[in-house]
């Protein structure tokens, strides 16, 4: 039996309500709750985040699959599950179908989330870090898939750069060439996930989710090619990892990733919890902190972007 297209993502009563009113609704992917943040700590920052648009008077739109259903809008129980279960796979956008076929549950990647959102209409997603190239890329040829589906699909992410654990001038690189817009939000220099500033330029500037909903109406003015605007929104440096720490830590984790031949899917999960235990935690708080910024400023984006579409 064909699925019938409009119900892939599955909304939730509280997503769909919003849309139909053009109400501002943000969505926000689960690989960071299920397998990016340790337990149990990782269900408090699912509900946290989820709390965290709502006070801005946003909807929180949290994708995921279960038993091989796409969502965005999860409940309580859905939420509960993506963050305790061991089945909880981690799906890139190319997982999508298989898992659907399979019945099977897994939480989404930037990649499968941008394009699940996309797909049911949301416009604003928040996010930690995305994926991008990884430092052995010449040895590997390991680059995320978030940064060709992003090159492909319309959607505003606000994230604190790219992790990184991550070859940052060679992704940021990759972007240009894929044409995907990077913009700073009050900063000229593109955020280093942990830490504020990776040290790279940006070449755009904003100060104001205005100015940001701004730029994707012009986005859609053009018409051109349906990529995303990144939002890079940096950790306020008085919550930033302390970048000695950081360099060293990584360092180490980097060799023992490699001695240890992780590849694919796990290098990431790999390195962001050798990080945060050779860290005493303290990489932990830095990305919170900085996830949390990204989701209080993506609420305000799509707030300003439900109140230009209402014009
Ligand atoms: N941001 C975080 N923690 C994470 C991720 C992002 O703060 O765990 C996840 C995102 O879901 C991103 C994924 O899409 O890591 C990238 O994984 P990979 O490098 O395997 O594409
Ligand atoms: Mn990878």
Avoid at 248 to 260: D, G, I, T, W
């Amino acid at each position: 039996m064909p699925l019938h297209s409009s119900a892939v993502p599955v909304l939730s009563e509280e997503v769909r309500e919003a849309m139909a009113r053009q109400r501002p609704v943000v969505a926000l992917e689960s690989t960071i709750l299920a397998h990016g943040l340790p337990r149990p700590r990782n269900l408090l920052v699912g509900t946290e985040l989820e709390a965290l648009v709502r006070s801005e008077g946003a909807v929180p739109a949290t994708v995921a699959v279960l038993d091989g259903v796409p969502y965005a809008g999860l409940d309580k129980d859905q939420l509960e599950r993506i963050a305790g279960d061991d089945a909880v796979r981690k799906l890139g956008h190319r997982d999508l179908a298989p898992a659907m076929a399979a019945g099977a549950s897994g939480a989404t990647t930037v990649s499968a989330t941008a394009f699940l959102a996309a797909r049911a209409g949301l416009r604003v997603f928040a996010t930690g870090g995305l994926g991008g190239v990884h430092r052995e890329w010449t040895r590997t040829q390991d680059e995320s898939a978030d940064l060709a589906l992003l090159a492909r699909t319309r959607i505003t992410v606000v994230c604190a750069g790219v992790k990184s654990i991550l070859d940052v001038p060679a992704t940021l690189q990759r972007l240009e060439t894929l044409g995907v817009g990077v913009i700073g939000y009050g900063t000229d220099r593109f955020p280093g996930f942990y830490l504020a500033s990776s040290g790279e330029p940006v070449d755009w500037t904003v100060h104001t989710p205005g100015e940001v909903a701004g730029v994707m109406a012009a986005q859609d003015a053009l018409d051109g090619p349906a990529s995303a605007l990144l939002v890079a929104n940096p950790v306020p440096v008085a919550k930033q990892l302390d970048p000695a720490l950081h360099d060293r830590v990584l360092a180490e984790a980097l060799a023992e990733a490699r001695e240890r031949g992780v590849t694919g899917q796990a290098v990431t999960p790999f390195l962001l919890e050798r990080l945060v235990t050779h860290t005493g935690g303290a990489s932990l708080e830095a990305n919170l902190a900085a996830v949390r910024g990204n989701v209080r400023l993506a609420a305000r984006i799509a707030a300003a972007w439900a109140e230009r579409a209402a014009r």
